[in-house]
């Protein structure tokens, strides 16, 4: 039976539909034989019109437009107008709505094969009949079928653009709503035919009634008591009308956005609408807005959007409005699949608009309304400062929420506020509503994070919220306490050591009681707290590390999460008890994080390779064991599959040339290729004509995000014996240089650049040397990966739309440079500073997209600061890798990070330049010498800077200039030493009063004066007034903070000991012996630095050794014994203050 027709056909599509699986099967098979025979057509096609089962109908229509394609140029021309002439009777006929549908959707298959061939004339002819006709049924079906041409036919289908928008304005109109609602689909694809201005001229005529129809199916979808699904999708599936419309790239789109956002607005108000429907008004709207950040301001319509996002903000959700943010549980189930349910809360997507206005948009303008109206809910309601009665629970959650959304884009204007707004958020944290509590937490903990470091100083009026809320039974508040303790933990560092004992102590408490969910919250903060402090958490460890291998055996689903941040905490607990200190515990949990990878969770991956990561940088060398086992596993993770990987040109080919990364148009179907459409895996759904949508979970990128990581990890730490895995990895790598999403994009550059580490060192060049290169000190071995990855960042900080990835290339280049010197970047050289001076001028394709209308500098105060302060390092690290030769380079980048110190500049531009300038200093030597006269202007003029930051770094821009240019700076020692003067004064008293200055300064900001005396002591110390600087100077150390500028002041001692007269080191040689002992044994020293000090204590012992004994060279024994009996004393005064654990390892030190 390989064509059967008649009743035999509809006998076999029967047992096609039934129950029993084996008939179900062989009908299955006889319809797949009988749809390779072109002879089958008529009779589908009389099933089609005959039949008198609508769900027979329904089939043959459906069996048939899936195989036609492939049939159709096996009929004569006859057979072809008979096919046509049967299938317009059939759908003009139908009485079925499914069945017209499928119907309908077969005509546009075969229509694909006809009109753009000027074939079936009667098509059109027969559309527009029923388009007229009185039925309703006619009309619908009629605009259904429009619409599936316009997807199957664009190009055809433009031709008749403005007859096309006549009959959509007509349906729209039309009396009846499912003609209107079926014109409102079929108009969905249309606006993607535009090419040029006079089609959008046509096109814009339908705008307002689009969204007079679109209102009311919302209206109709939001029904109090039920919900109409079809409705819904409709109405999302017409948004796609404005997302095309706003992404035209043509000069009239501009005029019609005033009206869209307007009516966006006043959907997402719709408080009865479906939350994904004012999820989807909202992201248009921010679409605008990303593409064109200027253009709110100039349609006047800012106001109008903060009022909207403040208003969404305030609505009563019962949900927890921080899912997904706070919760390390990532705001879902591990094992949650399902991503087509619409969760999220209105507070969710208006913080996301709130957040992307405040990075576009000048601080200027988002702050002051944010801060007002959280300023109103929190006003005194009478002398107690109780919170007003008319200021409801929710509005003032809200308040809070909207602080803490500004309070990344918009930190430098609240730092300057940090005390009010803790004023403000500590009245949110004693509310009586446990909401506006969470709020306050969560808020509390983005202040520890973005508005450092000021806010750091007020730890002692945060921690005991924390406290407070931890000791709540509310396990809301609970979580959100942890959170704040991880941001807190992450920011004070080692200055979190005071509260560690109570903090741990009540957090190992709470995770033997708590829930699951709970559990992670803790873990996560004990986490941070741990990579703070470091090796003072080490009395901790095994406790905790006990809980965590419990953890780690579970394979429930429901414990995935934990068993994520049980991984993730022991890798952080490895780097602390470092190789032999985690030995005891490594075997088995290696064992366990390894197993864990076997199991169906992004996330347990994901802190699995974290932890593995964290395993290479305490075994160094010695992970190349590890890597047959750890290296395929890894790289499965970033081959794997998403629908998003891309071919990549070979590294290694004999053709490569370099990187290849232009955007290649996937290949589609010809309109009319009369011959091979299979439709075989079309997936449409015949009611809603949309495609398949991808959907690639967070999870899944952070899961490649850290694989990359790890990768890299792998080849820094082990060098050459990562080189049997480079080619594989760097290939692997380079596929995701590609990937949607800028968070892979920037890892697998990152990750490619640690891998080159394996590739330098298992083929070592000749070393170099600061200076223009005369040779190529790269091996050849070397040499291609260096520049084919120099060129592909070249290439990206060209034309990658992310400023994350081209801060990216700029971190990778920095990597490279310091590792191989300037050789490696020598020949891409001009291009290199090319791409610098566009980006410093912010005129890079990143930087400028958003809106080209909007030139300058100075029009743009705000912008992203990771990416400038990423070229700015890159800048610095050229000028140490030239050093003298980066005088012509220099030249021309200073006058571009000087306007970077313009009056109207955030305060963090002002830091990057001041400290890019001094960094600068350091490379260049005493070749700055040209530059010196206008840097010091800099450099003073930031030492009385209202911004700690920007004096930290002026002193440090200082130090540099006198230690490069004694000569030239000589003269101005005086002057610079009373502006440094002030700065000594520490936060809380120390040193104050002395001289009648007022103020204490931060930590970072004295230890840099200090090293700032210690250069210009060490350039000349004649001009220094030692016998006045000296005693201040040695008062005020050692340094509490700044842990890369021990050694200046270390070697700064050693300098005064070897030159400077007794007269004035000898009275404070007591004071230098407590100073090295301190760093010889204290924490924040490092090995190196602890050993140096050591050597120099026992130097300075030897010292005073021998000058008692030249004094008391004619004495008796017993002279002698008291030599000996005054070097003890010396000894004894220097390890005064230490603990008897210092005392004991700086007597192992010094008999070293």
């Not at 076997?598 to 075994?619: D, K, P, V």
């Not at 449409?684 to 949508?693: A, F, L």
């Not at 700044?1042 to 700064?1052: F, K, N, Q, S």
Request: net charge negative; with cysteine.
């Amino acid at each position: 039976m390989s064509v059967p027709g008649g009743a035999e056909l509809e006998l076999v599509l029967q047992q096609f539909l039934g129950h029993d699986n084996v008939t179900r099967r062989v009908a299955e098979k006889h319809l797949a034989k009988a749809l390779k025979s072109p002879q089958s057509i008529p009779a589908f096609l009389d099933r089609i019109g005959t039949s008198p089962h609508a769900e027979v109908r329904q089939l043959a229509a459906t069996l048939l437009r899936k195989k036609i394609g492939g049939l159709w140029s096996g009929l004569r021309n006859e057979d072809h107008v008979a096919v046509e002439q049967a299938l317009l009777k059939s759908l003009q006929a139908e009485s079925n709505r499914l069945v017209r549908l499928a119907v309908a959707h077969l005509i546009s298959v075969v229509a694909k094969f006809t009109l753009p061939s000027k074939r079936w004339p009667e098509l059109l002819p027969f559309l527009l009949q029923l388009l007229q006709a009185p039925e309703v049924s006619h009309r619908e079906i009629a605009m259904t079928l429009i619409h599936a041409l316009c997807d199957r036919i664009p190009t055809f289908m433009r031709q008749h653009l403005g007859p096309l928008v006549d009959v959509f304005l007509k349906g729209l109109s039309d009396p009846e709503t499912i003609v209107r609602f079926a014109t409102l689909r079929a108009v969905a694809p249309v606006v993607s035919l535009v090419e040029e201005d006079h089609e959008l001229q046509h096109i814009s005529r339908l705008l307002g009634p689009t969204v007079t129809v679109l209102q009311e199916a919302i209206e109709r979808q939001g029904h109090v008591g039920q919900e109409d699904e079809s409705s819904l999708e409709l109405v999302l599936s017409v948004f796609e009308i404005f997302d095309d419309l706003a992404e035209l790239p043509l000069s009239t789109v501009k005029q019609h956005l005033h009206g869209l956002i307007q009516a966006m607005l006043q959907i997402a108000a719709n408080t009865q609408a479906h939350i994904a429907v004012r999820e989807r008004a909202v992201s248009i709207i921010g679409s605008i807005a990303a593409d064109n950040p200027k253009l709110l301001a100039r349609l006047g319509l800012v106001d109008s959007v903060l009022q909207l996002i403040l208003a969404v903000l305030v609505e009563n959700y019962t949900a927890d409005i921080f899912r997904g943010d706070s919760d390390p549980n990532g705001g879902a189930p591990a094992d949650d699949e399902d991503d087509d349910d619409f969760d999220a809360s209105g507070i969710q997507f208006a913080s996301q608009l709130l957040d992307q206005l405040a990075g576009t948009l000048p601080n200027t303008v988002v702050l002051p309304p944010v801060l007002n109206f959280a300023q109103q809910q929190f006003s005194s309601g009478g002398t107690n400062g109780t919170t007003p009665a008319t200021s409801s629970p929710a509005t003032r959650r809200g308040a809070v929420l909207a602080l803490s959304v500004v309070s990344a884009e918009c930190r430098d204007p609240l730092r300057e506020m940090v005390p009010q707004l803790l004023d403000l958020l500590l009245l949110a944290g004693s509310d009586s509503e446990v909401p506006v509590r969470e709020a306050a937490c969560v808020c509390l903990s983005r202040f520890v994070e973005n508005l450092q470091p000021e806010i750091l100083a007020h730890h002692g009026r945060i921690l005991p919220v924390v406290f407070q809320c931890l000791d709540d039974p509310n396990e809301k508040l609970q979580q959100k306490a942890c959170y704040m303790l991880d941001k807190l933990g992450e920011g004070m560092e080692r200055d979190f050591v005071p509260y560690l004992e109570p903090v741990c102590t009540r957090l190992l408490a709470l995770l033997g009681r708590s829930s699951t969910a709970t559990q992670a919250y803790v873990v996560q903060s004990l986490g941070a707290i741990a990579a703070g402090v470091e090796e003072l958490f080490k009395p901790y460890a095994p406790a905790l590390l006990s809980l965590v291998q419990q953890v780690m055996s579970s394979e429930q689903p429901e414990h995935y999460i934990l068993r994520a941040r049980c991984t993730e905490i022991a890798g952080i607990i490895a780097g602390i008890l470092g190789e032999e200190g985690f030995g005891v515990f490594e075997a088995e949990l290696y064992q366990r994080a390894m197993h864990g990878l076997r199991l169906e969770c992004s996330e347990l991956r994901e802190y699995t390779f974290g932890f593995l990561a964290n395993l290479a940088q305490i075994h160094g060398k010695n992970w190349a064991g590890r890597l047959p086992e750890t290296v395929p596993v890894v790289l499965h993770a970033i081959e794997q599959d998403d629908g998003q990987l891309r071919a990549a040109p070979s590294v290694f080919g004999k053709d490569s040339q370099g990187p290849d990364l232009k955007d290649e148009d996937e290949d589609q179907d010809q309109e009319g290729n009369g011959g091979n459409d299979n439709d075989d895996g079309d997936e449409e759904d015949e009611e809603s004509g949309r495609p398949p949508i991808l959907r690639v979970r967070t999870s899944d990128l952070d899961m490649k995000s850290a694989a990359l990581h790890a990768l890299g990890a792998f080849a820094l730490m082990t060098e050459e014996h990562f080189w049997p895995y480079f080619e594989a990895a760097f290939e692997s790598s380079l596929k995701l240089v590609q990937y949607f999403h800028s968070d892979v994009r920037s890892n697998a550059i990152l990750s490619m650049r640690h891998q080159l580490t394996a590739a330098y060192h298992h083929s070592p060049g000749l070393p170099w040397s600061p200076g223009n290169p005369e040779v190529d000190t790269l091996h050849p071995d070397a040499r291609k990966p260096v520049d084919f990855l120099v060129t592909l960042c070249l290439e990206r900080m060209e034309n990658d739309e992310s400023k994350d990835v081209v801060a990216a290339c700029c971190e990778a280049l920095v990597g490279i440079t310091r590792l191989m010197g300037p050789a490696a970047v020598h020949s891409h050289m001009n291009k290199l500073m090319d791409r610098l001076m566009t980006l410093l001028r912010q005129r890079a394709y990143c930087q400028t997209r958003e809106d080209e209308e909007d030139q300058g500098l100075e029009d743009h105060p705000d912008h992203d600061q990771t990416l400038i302060d990423s070229v700015a390092d890159l800048v610095d690290t050229l000028a140490k890798a030239y050093g003298a030769g980066f005088t012509l380079h220099m030249a021309a980048v200073m006058p571009e990070l000087m306007r970077y110190l313009g009056p109207r500049r955030p305060t963090s531009d002002h830091v990057m330049a001041v400290g890019s300038f001094a960094e600068i200093c350091i490379g260049m030597g005493p070749a700055v010498e040209p530059f010196a006269p206008r840097l010091m202007e800099v450099f003073v003029q930031g030492l009385s800077s209202k911004d700690a930051g920007v004096r930290s770094n002026a002193c440090y821009g200082v130090g540099a200039l006198c230690q490069q240019v004694p000569l030239i700076m000589a003269p101005h020692f005086p002057s610079l030493l009373h502006r440094l003067r002030p700065l000594l004064n520490r936060e809380g008293g120390e040193g104050q009063g002395e001289d009648g200055e007022d103020g204490g300064q931060p930590a970072n900001v004295v230890d840099n004066a200090l090293a700032c005396i210690a250069r210009m002591i060490q350039a000349n110390k004649d001009g220094c007034h030692l016998e006045q600087v000296l005693p201040v100077w040695l008062d005020r150390l050692p340094l509490r903070q700044d842990a890369l500028e021990h050694m200046t002041v270390y070697r700064c001692l050693a300098f005064l000991l070897e030159s400077a007269s007794e007269l004035l080191v000898g009275p404070h040689r007591v004071r230098v012996a407590q100073l090295l002992a301190h760093g010889a044994t204290h924490h924040s020293t490092d090995g190196e630095t602890k050993d140096y000090c050591a050597g120099l204590l026992r130097s300075l012992l030897l010292q005073q050794q021998q000058q008692q004994q030249q004094q008391q060279q004619q004495q008796q024994q017993q002279q002698q014994q008291q030599a000996g009996d005054a070097t003890q004393v010396l000894l004894s005064q220097a390890l005064s203050g230490l603990s008897m654990e210092a005392q004991q390892a700086l007597q192992l030190r010094l008999a070293a």
